[in-house]
């Protein structure tokens, strides 16, 4: 059973950082990609960022957050982490991790989410 773990939430203030890490319980090499969603209030959920794991670790961002964040892996954490920087109020949200195989079956595998709050 895969499971994944966030941590790393919390409150900053405008144009603070934070460091969002996403622990899988096993390796993560069984994944073709991993994720990071966000959700905000009333709002649907969105991609921030991905990272390859079977392709050698391609990255991309949405472009709402591009030159703000940063998406990483550290292969033998088997963990994912996201470095949120120059944060801005229309960054909270609960943040959640997803790992995608491409099967078959087709899996996604999420995990219960972080809360982020950006607020003076």
């Known amino acids: 059973q895969v499971q994944l773990v966030e941590s790393g939430g919390g409150l900053a203030q405008p144009g603070g950082s934070l460091r969002l890490s996403c622990a899988a319980s096993?390796?993560?090499?069984?994944?073709?990609?991993m994720s990071w969603y966000r959700q905000a209030p009333g709002k649907s959920r969105e991609v921030v960022a991905t990272?390859?794991?079977?392709?050698?670790?391609?990255?991309n961002e949405a472009e709402s957050v591009k030159g703000r964040f940063t998406i990483s892996r550290d292969n033998e954490k088997n963990t994912i982490y996201l470095q949120m920087n120059s944060l801005h109020s229309e960054d909270t949200a609960v943040y959640f991790c997803?790992?995608?195989?491409?099967?078959?079956?087709?899996?996604?595998?999420w995990g219960q989410g972080t809360q982020v709050t950006v607020s003076p």
């Open positions: 997803m790992a995608f195989r491409r099967g078959p079956p087709l899996t996604q595998y």
């Open positions: 990272i390859g794991i079977a392709d050698g670790g391609r990255t």
């Open positions: 096993g390796s993560i090499f069984i994944f073709d990609s």
